[in-house]
């Protein structure tokens, strides 16, 4: 084999290695941190019945909370977001005017200027109806340029649908 021969065929060697590798990453990603000062919020709003599991329940609520708020004020983005929380949150939820007031529920008085990252997914049982994976705790960390904090989002299953039940300080 001469030289042009050899170098051809490591040429091509190379290549199907490096196909192969971007093609083939591993599916398992971190979960993505959401910058709310950059990123472009997506145009369309969710509705309950796309949100399928905890954690994109509560990412919904999150981008919707942050299209609701001054000076946008998208009424859409807040009944998306009032319509993932369940009956008791609502009424966490409630000023003193019978508002549903959603930074109220979420214990918080600006947005996270830095985004925000879900941590963790946590299922538990229902004690009360015994169902398995009934419950979800979704933790997620605000991020200020002052420093982080964490929520803990209590989500229960409801007629096949996962709904925001109370929001807590880890």
Same mark, same amino acid.
């Given at each position: 084999m001469?030289?042009?021969?050899?170098?051809?065929?490591?040429?091509?060697?190379l290549l199907v290695v490096a196909g192969f590798l971007v093609f083939n990453q @591993? #599916?398992?990603?971190?979960?993505?941190? $959401? +910058?709310i000062g950059e990123a472009q919020l997506p145009e369309d709003t969710v509705t309950l019945e796309e949100a399928e599991v905890p954690q994109t329940v509560v990412e919904e609520f999150l981008t919707n909370l942050v299209k609701s708020?001054?000076?946008? #004020?998208?009424?859409?983005?807040?009944?998306?977001a009032v319509s993932l929380l369940s009956q008791d949150a609502k009424t966490l939820a409630t000023d003193e005017e019978g508002d549903i007031v959603l930074p109220l529920l979420v214990g918080i008085q +600006?947005?996270?200027?830095?985004?925000?990252?879900v941590i963790s997914v946590e299922y &538990? +049982?229902?004690?009360?109806?015994?169902e398995e994976d009934s419950l979800a705790l979704?933790?997620?960390?605000?991020?200020? @340029?002052?420093?982080?904090?964490?929520? $803990?989002?209590?989500l229960s299953l409801a007629d096949g649908q996962w709904l925001i039940d109370r929001?807590? &300080?880890?």
């Open positions: 001469n030289k042009n021969t050899i170098i051809a065929i490591a040429a091509l060697v @591993s #599916s398992v990603q971190a979960p993505e941190t $959401v +910058d708020a001054p000076p946008e #004020s998208d009424e859409i983005a807040y009944e998306t +600006d947005l996270p200027d830095m985004g925000y990252q &538990q +049982d229902d004690l009360v109806t015994n979704v933790t997620v960390e605000m991020r200020y @340029s002052g420093g982080d904090i964490e929520r $803990v989002f209590a929001v807590t &300080q880890e």
